[in-house]
């Protein structure tokens, strides 16, 4: 029974463990003259490689008591698995370690509980006393859940369970923050993730899309990083039942009916939902997904993100708002992705170029339509038209784009240096007002040197248009994508391998036609645009909007085209 919720998982983990499997052959089988690897120094190193991806905390489903990562490692250690894998002296070191990393993911196969936190939850302080978890008698609703869910994961064949509510000591600042910055970790190398849905009391798409768990922050990382996972309804029936001939119920990431329904309800594509790779890829993206969830501490609207972008933040409850601006700063370290700055809405208190929560981020990320963009061709056929009206101008943009590339995005005293293309504004002219989403908001019209006519919806009436024109600009962040080299269309002769040589990636040099169009092609596209306000001191502050600023530049005999400039916004 447990082989079947095991083996995807050890497709999963295979290929992490097996550098240090190997590292561990090529010692043994290398040993310094004095000594010898033994195979108890094999195996007790797998297996705390084991723990050290496993919770600090775990549940004995034997005897209902916690147990820490030296308790388990003692409990393995006494094991009749241990004792065979130790004893066997004809094995080659190679074959041991196959052996072990075997019966060591078995032995330490555990069940994680992804649920809603509800009234009266047992706590670590409630619990760590108690002889047996298993057998507490309790009327509560949090207890029953959890002697529920320890049933379930007993009767499954497992061994350890975990369950957040009473596996963290939240008294511990440590244990809780290597909690937090560990949580998807642990999710991810759980055999099985059982996902209790209280309210959801029938097996139809509409019951589990009105479920209150798909709109909690904590939820959505629980849901993408098992590679096994099944729901349970309020009765503690699973939501499928088994297939005809099955004892339990199928891996729910492997059912595709069941992955649409996912999709359907969050919007989310199915490839992340079945197997998501934690990073920075995509990071406007899975923004979005967390910006209509809601956590019992506005902190954890950012901490819940942290193992899905694949980061690590200090944890600080307490600070309120600043955790998410802790949080896109942490992101600009490490990533010049410039989608970061397409949000709506109100910005932080430390930066107008920074969102003040997730839910900022709302709208699907921006893509130009088809008809809108002029994407850049592998090999332009059509550089003869294009290179007569390249000017001394278009060069030294070309120049800037290849020798000054963005050197990251960062903070400091609550500014940003930001290389930006600006538009200067002409006039701002009010050209509708209404209420949207329970605001009253102005609709403008404003020109701009270089752009066509750009719309831009805010919540407040500037009292001058003719002042304000002369203070606003329009912004496009230097984005790295404008200094990609398009890759040149390379023919494959009889005699070359599929690969294409080496040097069809090299840089094409700067003046060359192929590579000036292409720049050209970039900067008339449509992109996504900031209202900036310019300050006395020279600095510039960003204008919050209720809707994204599109903005497409002006298409004209002669290339209207600027180089960018650095701003200070604050």
């Given at each position: 029974?447990?082989?079947?919720?095991?083996?995807?998982?050890?497709?999963?983990?295979?290929?992490?463990?097996?550098?240090?499997?190997?590292?561990?052959?090529?010692?043994?089988?290398?040993?310094?003259?004095?000594?010898?690897?033994?195979?108890?120094?094999?195996?007790?190193?797998?297996?705390?490689?084991?723990?050290?991806?496993?919770?600090?905390?775990?549940?004995?489903?034997?005897?209902?008591?916690?147990?820490?990562?030296?308790?388990?490692?003692?409990?393995?250690?006494?094991?009749?698995?241990?004792?065979?894998?130790?004893?066997?002296?004809?094995?080659?070191?190679?074959?041991?370690?196959?052996?072990?990393?075997?019966?060591?993911?078995?032995?330490?196969?555990?069940?994680?509980?992804?649920?809603?936190?509800?009234?009266?939850?047992?706590?670590?302080?409630?619990?760590?006393?108690?002889?047996?978890?298993?057998?507490?008698?309790?009327?509560?609703?949090?207890?029953?859940?959890?002697?529920?869910?320890?049933?379930?994961?007993?009767?499954?064949?497992?061994?350890?369970?975990?369950?957040?509510?009473?596996?963290?000591?939240?008294?511990?600042?440590a244990e809780l923050q290597e909690s937090i910055n560990s949580m998807f970790t642990w999710y991810r190398?759980?055999?099985?993730?059982?996902?209790?849905?209280?309210?959801?009391?029938?097996?139809?798409?509409e019951a589990l899309k009105r479920s209150r768990w798909f709109t909690r922050g904590w939820t959505l990382?629980?849901?993408?990083?098992?590679?096994?996972?099944?729901?349970?309804?309020?009765?503690?029936?699973?939501?499928?039942?088994?297939?005809?001939?099955?004892?339990?119920?199928?891996?729910?990431?492997?059912?595709?009916?069941?992955?649409?329904?996912?999709?359907?309800?969050?919007?989310?594509?199915?490839?992340?939902?079945?197997?998501?790779?934690?990073?920075?890829?995509?990071?406007?993206?899975?923004?979005?997904?967390?910006?209509?969830?809601?956590?019992?501490?506005?902190?954890?609207?950012?901490?819940?993100?942290?193992?899905?972008?694949?980061?690590?933040?200090?944890?600080?409850?307490?600070?309120?708002?600043?955790?998410?601006i802790r949080l896109q700063d942490e992101i600009m370290k490490n990533t010049d992705d410039t989608c970061?700055?397409?949000?709506?809405?109100?910005?932080?208190?430390?930066?107008?170029?920074?969102?003040?929560?997730?839910?900022?981020?709302?709208?699907?990320?921006?893509?130009?339509?088809?008809?809108?963009?002029?994407?850049?061709?592998?090999?332009?056929?059509?550089?003869?038209?294009?290179?007569?009206?390249?000017?001394?101008?278009?060069?030294?943009?070309?120049?800037?784009?290849?020798?000054?590339?963005?050197?990251?995005?960062?903070?400091?005293?609550?500014?940003?240096?930001?290389?930006?293309?600006?538009?200067?504004?002409?006039?701002?002219?009010?050209?509708?007002?209404?209420?949207?989403?329970?605001?009253?908001?102005?609709?403008?019209?404003?020109?701009?040197?270089?752009?066509?006519?750009?719309?831009?919806?805010?919540?407040?009436?500037?009292?001058?248009?003719?002042?304000?024109?002369?203070?606003?600009?329009?912004?496009?962040?230097?984005?790295?994508?404008?200094?990609?080299?398009?890759?040149?269309?390379?023919?494959?002769?009889?005699?070359?391998?599929?690969?294409?040589?080496?040097?069809?990636?090299?840089?094409?040099?700067?003046?060359?036609?192929?590579?000036?169009?292409?720049?050209?092609?970039?900067?008339?596209?449509?992109?996504?645009?900031?209202?900036?306000?310019?300050?006395?001191?020279?600095?510039?502050?960003?204008?919050?909007?209720?809707?994204?600023?599109?903005?497409?530049?002006?298409?004209?005999?002669?290339?209207?085209?600027?180089?960018?400039?650095?701003?200070?916004?604050?």
């Amino acid at each position: 029974m447990l082989l079947g919720f095991i083996a995807p998982k050890l497709k999963e983990v295979a290929g992490s463990r097996n550098d240090q499997k190997e590292r561990i052959i090529l010692e043994s089988q290398s040993p310094a003259p004095e000594e010898k690897i033994t195979p108890a120094q094999i195996v007790d190193e797998l297996a705390q490689k084991m723990l050290s991806g496993m919770p600090l905390r775990v549940i004995n489903l034997n005897t209902g008591s916690f147990s820490s990562s030296a308790d388990l490692l003692r409990a393995f250690k006494r094991s009749h698995e241990y004792q065979t894998l130790v004893s066997d002296k004809s094995l080659t070191s190679e074959v041991l370690a196959e052996n072990a990393d075997d019966v060591i993911r078995k032995y330490f196969a555990y069940v994680m509980l992804s649920h809603v936190w509800g009234e009266d939850e047992p706590l670590y302080g409630d619990v760590k006393l108690v002889e047996n978890i298993l057998q507490m008698s309790s009327s509560s609703p949090g207890v029953l859940k959890l002697q529920n869910f320890c049933r379930i994961a007993k009767q499954r064949g497992f061994r350890w369970c975990w369950g957040d509510t009473c596996c963290i000591d939240k008294s511990s600042s440590a244990e809780l923050q290597e909690s937090i910055n560990s949580m998807f970790t642990w999710y991810r190398n759980s055999a099985l993730t059982i996902a209790f849905l209280l309210d959801v009391l029938q097996r139809t798409p509409e019951a589990l899309k009105r479920s209150r768990w798909f709109t909690r922050g904590w939820t959505l990382q629980e849901l993408l990083a098992p590679t096994a996972i099944e729901f349970y309804m309020g009765d503690w029936t699973p939501f499928l039942a088994p297939s005809a001939g099955d004892a339990t119920p199928p891996n729910y990431k492997l059912v595709p009916e069941f992955v649409q329904c996912l999709e359907d309800i969050l919007c989310i594509d199915k490839s992340y939902l079945v197997g998501l790779n934690p990073g920075l890829d995509d990071v406007r993206e899975k923004l979005r997904w967390v910006a209509t969830r809601t956590t019992t501490k506005i902190e954890d609207m950012a901490y819940c993100l942290l193992g899905i972008l694949d980061l690590r933040l200090p944890v600080l409850y307490g600070e309120g708002e600043r955790a998410f601006i802790r949080l896109q700063d942490e992101i600009m370290k490490n990533t010049d992705d410039t989608c970061i700055f397409d949000w709506v809405g109100r910005p932080s208190t430390l930066n107008s170029y920074l969102a003040r929560s997730p839910s900022c981020f709302h709208q699907p990320a921006w893509r130009p339509s088809p008809y809108q963009t002029t994407a850049e061709l592998p090999m332009l056929e059509t550089v003869g038209e294009f290179t007569h009206k390249l000017s001394a101008a278009l060069l030294r943009i070309a120049e800037s784009l290849l020798d000054e590339p963005p050197l990251g995005h960062f903070i400091a005293n609550g500014r940003m240096n930001l290389r930006t293309f600006v538009y200067q504004v002409k006039s701002v002219k009010v050209v509708a007002s209404g209420e949207i989403r329970k605001r009253w908001v102005y609709r403008y019209q404003i020109k701009a040197d270089g752009l066509e006519p750009v719309t831009v919806v805010a919540t407040y009436q500037f009292p001058d248009a003719q002042l304000t024109a002369r203070s606003l600009s329009i912004g496009r962040v230097w984005d790295n994508s404008l200094r990609l080299i398009p890759r040149k269309t390379h023919k494959k002769t009889a005699d070359e391998e599929d690969e294409p040589p080496a040097d069809d990636y090299n840089p094409w040099t700067v003046k060359s036609g192929d590579y000036l169009t292409v720049v050209a092609k970039r900067l008339r596209e449509p992109f996504v645009a900031q209202l900036l306000v310019a300050h006395p001191n020279g600095q510039f502050h960003r204008v919050h909007t209720e809707e994204r600023i599109v903005a497409q530049p002006r298409f004209t005999e002669l290339l209207d085209l600027r180089t960018p400039r650095t701003l200070i916004v604050h």
